[in-house]
């Protein structure tokens, strides 16, 4: 009986269906979801992948690609804010996991107050470079990660002004996680409802 496929969509890039020898199951790693991901040959010192193809064998770089690229929005620009730590602690969290994470801080981007988004300018060249940077990131995410407080019952106005700079469509179909925060009974939960 080989080792279940993993089901997961991306966090184990390796499939196991077959046992490897007495000495090579000495050896297995295991990736971020728990399952066994590879193994070293004794022989070679080469790390091999079994796939649902049982002769399919194909040598695992020695470097460790990131897993995915995410972007961490920062939602709060007040004094004092928590939100500095708590996204401080979950970008390394991912980072630990091998992800490669890039923050976006309303108060370390020079984003003013929202008078024309980037996708309803005729001319996109017109933009300033750091907004069309920042937009070609976001698009080449493989996942974001939202840590915002609770303002009044909602979203913080400078969350909501800085992703509404950017289109639509940079942000679709990807994964997101949200981390809220307050000091109420409620963590936040309004505002992400």
């Known amino acids: 009986m080989g080792w279940p496929k993993c ?7 390796i499939y196991h269906v077959t046992e490897p020898s007495e000495g090579e199951r000495e050896a297995y790693t295991v990736g971020p979801s728990g399952q066994r991901e590879a193994y070293t040959t004794e022989a070679s010192g080469q790390q091999v992948v079994y796939t649902t193809d049982h002769n399919d064998q194909r040598e695992v770089p020695k470097e460790e690609k990131p897993m995915s690229r995410l972007i961490v929005f920062l939602g709060s620009t007040r004094d004092g804010r928590n939100g500095t730590r708590v996204a401080t602690h979950l970008v390394n969290l991912l980072k630990e ?11 370390k981007m020079p984003f003013e107050l929202l008078r024309q988004p980037l996708h309803f300018m005729p001319d996109q060249s017109a933009a300033p470079q750091w907004l069309r940077d920042a937009n070609a990131e976001i698009a080449a995410a493989d996942g974001f990660v939202v840590v915002t407080p609770e303002y009044n019952c909602s979203l913080p106005p400078a969350l909501v002004n800085m992703l509404d700079h950017f289109p639509p469509a940079s942000f679709r179909h990807r994964p997101v996680g949200i981390a809220c925060y307050s000091l109420g009974e409620l963590t936040a939960t309004r505002s992400v409802s």
């Open 97 to 107: 996991r091998k992800h490669a994470v890039t923050v976006f801080d309303p108060l």
């Open 7 to 13: 089901m997961c969509p991306g966090c184990c890039r």
